[in-house]
């Protein structure tokens, strides 16, 4: 029976599903908008990036800037000492000019040299080194105590060769070589090559302080310190040693003698007072008075007068005080922005190279030589105690310019031999400046096995046997676009490592290699 009137609920109602809910979406941080500063600082970091053989054109750039500036104010700095010595103003100009020549001769040979080959002389490189500071320690050999109170060099006719500048570079590179690979964490694990590195380098120290070159030692010894660092060791350790070098300092200071008024000095020039200028504080209180006169803008090139027998060692230990005289403020900056940037493209170098042995040497030889410059730099101005070691690249000598340029250009073949550095040259020619210089295109280490692993073949027929020689066939493109000049260049330096492989016996890409590692 139906009752009329009354309504059914629609069957669809009840089963229709309510519609979601739409969420509210998540509030995103907002973000602070950039400085100027930032986005410039961005920029400049993509620029950088873009550019792969940068580190090697400011490397290379840098140092002959330095070697340049170097002979100018040789020149001018020693003019009066050379005048007095040899009735000629220009004598030890042109022979610090020599010396400069034969050091970019040397940074020449290092650029061609590769990085892997240096690998294996290493160790040959390390014990000629320590060969030389035990025979400069031998009477009759040794040479220099009885002038400035260190015997530290070795005269070799017009030559005067001093084997602790040797020592510094030879242990950037034995010691990259030792290192690379090694587990920082067991320091003292007889197979893990810190054990080997700590003692070589403690003997080194040990020998160069024999010597009465306590200066040098200290400068050694920042090496080391620093090649330990780079390859992982922690702070700690470091510090540790430090403090020790720190309680010899301290010793020295109580003992008396020159090297305790050098404290004497630093000490009452940190606080703006000298006691003795005519005594113990008089080479540093003229270079304070050579800095003084140069004001901003200073008196101009060549007219120093501190280099008139007012301030001693003017063309080697205390150049940098006749260069902040001459050439001012200004003049003192560039110098020091030179090294910073010496330093901050050394490093870069070091974190962009291909593998760890070149990072730690490049690293190594880098801060060598620019902490070297800032300890000079350091008691020239009054930050630090005098020590007696050079100015790299602008003090006269001619062993510390030819063995400084050499480290250089160890360190300028590195950056040659960054992968993104190989890639360019090898698909896009190399720089002028390489092609004016004869340098070939620098190599990946696994091109280099592959080159000597391949079976040599009769030079009457490159393609077959000796028994079997045919007339050779002529070069002919193998894909649209290549010319028998691109198949030339292949045959002499190989395959680029970015190219498209149109065969499979092309050996495979650096790129493609990296990744795979």
Not at 131 to 138: P, T, Y
Not at 286 to 292: E, K, R, T, V
Not at 324 to 344: D, P, Q, R, T
Request: contains cysteine; glycine residues 10%; hydrophobic residues 50%.
């Amino acid at each position: 029976m139906t009752v009329r009137g009354t309504r059914r609920p629609a069957p669809s109602a009840a089963r229709k599903p309510a519609k979601p809910q739409p969420q509210p979406a998540p509030q995103q941080p907002r973000r602070a908008p950039e400085s100027g500063i930032a986005r410039a600082t961005q920029k400049l970091h993509q620029a950088m990036e873009a550019r792969p053989l940068l580190d090697y054109t400011m490397v290379c750039t840098i140092v002959l800037i330095l070697a340049g500036l170097g002979i100018v104010m040789v020149m001018s700095s020693s003019m009066a000492t050379s005048f007095a010595a040899s009735s000629s103003v220009w004598s030890l100009a042109i022979r610090q000019t020599v010396m400069v020549a034969f050091g970019l001769i040397a940074f020449w040979c290092a650029l061609k040299t590769p990085p892997e080959r240096l690998r294996r002389w290493s160790s040959w490189i390390m014990l000629g080194a320590v060969l030389l500071l035990i025979a400069v320690l031998i009477p009759g050999i040794g040479t220099g105590r009885a002038e400035v109170g260190s015997q530290s060099w070795i005269v070799m006719g017009p030559l005067r060769l001093q084997p602790s500048e040797v020592a510094r570079v030879a242990i950037a590179i034995w010691g990259a070589q030792v290192l690379a690979g090694r587990d920082p964490k067991r320091l003292f694990q007889a197979n893990n090559g810190f054990p080997l590195f700590l003692s070589v380098a403690a003997l080194c120290i040990l020998l160069i302080a024999a010597q009465g070159d306590l200066g040098m030692a200290v400068s050694f010894a920042v090496v080391v310190a620093l090649i330990l660092l780079f390859a992982g060791v922690s702070w700690k350790a470091v510090g540790l040693a430090a403090f020790g070098g720190a309680l010899v300092l301290v010793y020295e200071f109580f003992s008396g003698g020159f090297r305790s008024d050098r404290f004497t000095v630093y000490f009452d020039a940190f606080f703006g007072r000298f006691h003795d200028t005519r005594g113990v504080a008089f080479q540093s209180h003229q270079g304070f008075l050579s800095l003084a006169d140069g004001s901003v803008f200073g008196v101009g090139l060549g007219q120093s007068r501190a280099k008139w027998f007012y301030l001693p060692e003017a063309r080697n230990d205390f150049i940098f005080a006749v260069i902040g005289e001459e050439l001012g403020l200004w003049g003192g900056a560039l110098v020091i922005i030179l090294f910073a940037l010496l330093a901050y493209f050394g490093l870069r170098t070091a974190r962009r190279a291909q593998n760890q042995f070149q990072s730690l040497m490049a690293a190594a030889l880098a801060a060598g030589v620019v902490s070297q410059a800032f300890i000079n730099i350091g008691y020239v101005i009054g930050l630090l105690p005098v020590t007696g070691i050079q100015l790299p690249m602008l003090s006269a000598g001619g062993t510390s310019a030819i063995i400084t340029l050499a480290g250089m250009g160890v360190l300028a073949s590195v950056a040659r031999h960054e992968p993104d550095a190989i890639s360019a040259m090898q698909n896009y020619g190399r720089p002028a400046f390489d092609r004016v210089l004869g340098i070939g295109e620098p190599q990946a280490p696994s091109q280099s096995r592959n080159a000597s692993q391949r079976p040599r073949r009769s030079a009457a027929d490159p393609g077959r046997s000796a028994g079997t020689a045919r007339p050779a066939r002529p070069v002919r493109p193998s894909r649209p676009g290549r010319t028998v000049a691109d198949a030339e260049r292949e045959a002499r330096f190989g395959t680029p490592v970015t190219g498209s492989r149109s065969s499979r016996r092309e050996p495979p890409r650096y790129d493609d290699m990296r990744r795979a590692s």
